[in-house]
């Protein structure tokens, strides 16, 4: 009876090793990359002319040390255009009615930081502080973090597709499985269009081209996942977690832009496919399409990573002689394969969350 026992609790605790290392790795990630937001080099502007703005800026700049780069703007309509190309996060316009001109729709917690810093040095001069926002994010979207949950529901529909198409499908051939790919990608990028647009409202516009952006992300996820399913196989979920959750939702810069994270998340942000899909979609709906196309370009290299990756784990599979097991198993193989097939159940569970 115990040697029964034995190995099933073996198997047991084999498989609780995945569940306890996500959960140091999301509290790491996530502690890290939220839990002490900080500014580092926010990029602000003194809109005024002469010496006054320029020692008013230096002494904002003696004050915060690193935390802010202040810069001198002669006007209030330069200092505008430089938030809508996302050059800056904040003009501090200079005045006996002083006036902070912000972006929200870039990240609505910046703007707090930014009033934060503000609010007290128009209060020295005697007046309250006018905050106007050139740029806001939709009424149905009023803190802008709406794409950001888009984000993580078509990443969770993405991930949790490859323990289906990599574990499940893992007798079918390489071609196949990337067809699976192709079209398990196009239904989630639907989803998330419709979860943009006449569900909650996200895009009042350039609904297809956030369409075309989330098919981008979620082939790029599907790709990779169900290429390193050959060489990871029960650790796929782990690695994809890591991919597409620890490191891909902290530096997407959805909740905190990489100016108020510590370096190796603001590091990430700039290549990241998390941080593509999001600054691409704000890209494409709030600041006519500035700087777009290298957003769009990260995703697509992301692309070819996982064309690259689902090939060569097609080669991999070939060399070794993978069976495509579409005949009738001996009778005393359907202990193992029972096995087998509870592993790959516990595995698509691992990736939804279960």
């Not at 306890?20 to 926010?42: I, K, N, R, T």
């Not at 006054?52 to 810069?71: M, N, P, Y």
């Not at 309250?128 to 078509?154: C, I």
Request: proline residues 5%; glycine residues 12%.
């Amino acid at each position: 009876m115990s040697g029964t026992r034995e190995p099933a609790l073996r198997h047991v605790l084999t498989h609780l090793l995945t569940p306890l290392l996500m959960c140091v790795g999301m509290g790491l990630a996530y502690l890290g990359a939220f839990a002490s937001p900080e500014p580092h080099h926010l990029p602000i502007a003194v809109v005024g002319s002469g010496p006054e703005a320029k020692v008013f800026a230096q002494t904002v700049k003696d004050k915060a040390g690193d935390a802010l780069d202040v810069r001198t703007v002669a006007s209030r309509s330069a200092a505008v255009d430089q938030l809508k190309t996302r050059d800056i996060d904040g003009a501090y316009v200079l005045g006996d009615k002083p006036e902070l001109v912000v972006a929200s729709a870039g990240s609505d917690t910046t703007v707090s930081v930014v009033q934060k810093i503000f609010t007290p040095v128009a209060a020295e001069q005697g007046a309250p502080l006018k905050v106007t926002d050139v740029v806001p994010s939709v009424d149905d979207d009023p803190t802008g973090q709406g794409l950001f949950f888009l984000l993580v529901a078509v990443s969770i529909g993405s991930y949790a597709s490859v323990a289906v198409i990599g574990g499940a499908g893992g007798a079918l051939r390489m071609r196949t499985r990337a067809l699976l790919v192709v079209g398990a990608s196009g239904v989630v990028s639907l989803i998330g269009a419709a979860f943009a647009g006449p569900v909650f409202h996200l895009a009042h516009t350039h609904l297809w081209g956030l369409w075309g952006m989330t098919w981008l992300y979620s082939a790029g996820v599907l790709l990779i996942g169900v290429g390193l399913h050959t060489f990871l196989k029960k650790w796929t979920t782990l690695g994809v977690m890591v991919l597409f959750v620890m490191l891909n939702f902290t530096s997407s810069g959805g909740i905190f832009r990489p100016e108020l994270q510590d370096g190796f998340f603001a590091s990430l942000h700039g290549f990241w496919n998390g941080a593509g899909y999001v600054e691409g979609a704000r890209s494409l709906l709030y600041f006519g399409r500035h700087d777009l196309a290298r957003n769009i370009w990260t995703l697509v290299a992301w692309l070819l990573v996982g064309v690259a990756m689902i090939t060569v784990a097609g080669l991999a599979e070939r060399r070794r002689g993978t069976p495509a097991a579409v005949e009738p198993a001996p009778a005393h193989k359907h202990k193992r394969e029972a096995v087998r097939d509870q592993d790959q159940e516990e595995e698509m569970e691992e990736a939804v969350g279960v």
